[in-house]
């Protein structure tokens, strides 16, 4: 009985703390950065403030931003006063991870930053899927869903930053021929097969016969057989993602049904059995969604170094108020194309600079939209002041 007692008390105060005080889970039990941030602030009482009362609003109202960008990717932030978070949309492209990475200069590295990395739900709830950690810059995912993604990034209360944000994207797999690499490809996705038949549901890699075929993944073998087709094959199951990887054309298989590899294991060697007897040696590599087919494996091996947009040098402007001094589309994601296009903003339309990119800025206007604009001609509110062109 005295036992019940103490546990019904207990069951009180926790219910007492909770009421009182309306302060979400993670900020009772932190994980990320961020959230140990805000619990120091709640405990300081700064969501009593007008300060603390932005800060929080603006963290969660990013959540809800709907700017998109493609990769690669480049843009410096204005991060502070009353925009102190900020967020992009993207998506990863199939057979990629990406790669975040963020840059600062040296008289903004004492400011705080965070940036979590959120999947959005089917019902458009965002869901915390990682974040950079303290005193990190680079994080690195791949996500096999397919998910529109967010990034939110935010300093600490009453602090201001500039941050350069880079989106680059890396293979998901390592090459399927020891010592070879894409410059040793002879056919592609979707060439034409038995003249026009069929269109090719892999890409063939010109090697001598006898070179390692090698596990691009960690996983298990799931097949070794031999058919018409393909000759000599082996079936591996990748851990940790949807898709099936297929070897085709072995001279040999040295691997069993069942088996477990890593990466770089060798699978077999390359031969040209099967229908490529009468082609030189070669290995035909594909893979396949499990329920869904084939699909192009260059994204998930090529190591091609992808070009990123330069950032412009830096504006005086960034962070400030300004007019345009000609009419100009917004568009909800850096490729300004049509599809995309949001409003249309008039001559001396008075606007925010969010961000700058290697043809365009991020703005906001008075009503909160947010959105992306080309190069164009401003000036400074004070109209005495001298005229830029950016």
């Known amino acids: 009985m005295r036992l019940l007692s103490k546990l019904f008390l207990v069951l009180v105060i926790v219910i007492s703390a909770f009421s009182c005080k309306r302060v979400p889970v993670s900020h009772w039990f932190p994980v990320t950065p961020q959230e140990h941030y805000e619990q120091e602030l709640y405990k300081a009482k700064a969501e009593k403030t007008v300060s603390g009362q932005t800060w929080f609003k603006a963290g969660k109202q ?6 998109f960008t493609e990769i690669p990717y480049q843009e410096r932030f204005y991060l502070g006063d009353s925009i102190p978070a900020q967020s992009i949309r993207l998506k990863i492209p199939e057979g990629r991870k990406l790669v975040i990475n963020t840059f600062r200069n040296e008289d903004d590295s004492l400011s705080k930053l965070f940036l979590e990395l959120y999947r959005i739900k089917t019902n ?3 869901q915390r899927i990682e974040y950079l950690k303290t005193n990190e810059n680079t994080l690195t995912i791949a996500d096999f869903e397919g998910d529109t993604l967010l990034i939110r990034i935010q300093t600490g209360l009453n602090e201001k930053v500039r941050v350069s944000l ?3 994207t890396q293979p998901t797999l ?3 021929l020891a010592n070879h690499g894409i410059q040793n490809l002879i056919s592609f996705w979707g060439a034409q097969r038995d003249g026009g038949v069929r269109s090719h549901e892999g890409i063939d890699i010109k090697a001598p016969r006898g070179t390692p075929a090698v596990a691009v ?3 298990f073998i799931t097949q070794t057989s031999t058919n018409n087709l393909g000759g000599k ?3 591996l199951s990748a851990s940790g993602s949807p898709y099936s990887i297929y070897y085709a054309h072995l001279d040999s298989q040295l691997v069993s049904v069942g088996q477990r590899v890593v990466r770089g294991d060798t699978l077999g060697l390359v031969g040209n059995t099967g229908n490529a007897i009468t082609t030189a040696p070669h290995l035909h590599f594909g893979i396949y969604t499990r329920g869904s087919g084939a699909v192009d494996p260059l994204p998930f091996i090529s190591d091609k170094k992808e070009k990123l947009p330069a950032l412009p040098v830096k504006s005086i402007w960034l962070g400030d108020s300004v007019r345009i001094k000609n009419k100009v589309n917004v568009y909800i994601s850096n490729d300004f194309s049509n599809s995309r296009k949001i409003r249309f903003l008039p001559k001396n339309e008075v606007i925010r600079i969010l961000g700058e990119l290697s043809k365009g800025y991020r703005i906001g206007l008075s009503d909160g939209t947010k959105g992306y604009i080309p190069p164009i001609e401003f000036e400074s509110l004070d109209k005495q002041a001298t005229r830029r062109k950016l």
């Open 124 to 126: 458009g709830k965002p």
């Open 174 to 176: 390592t090459f399927p």
């Open 166 to 168: 880079s989106l680059t």
């Open 233 to 235: 094959i082996v079936f």
């Open 62 to 67: 990013v959540l809800n931003d709907t700017l």
């Open 217 to 219: 993944e960690n996983g």
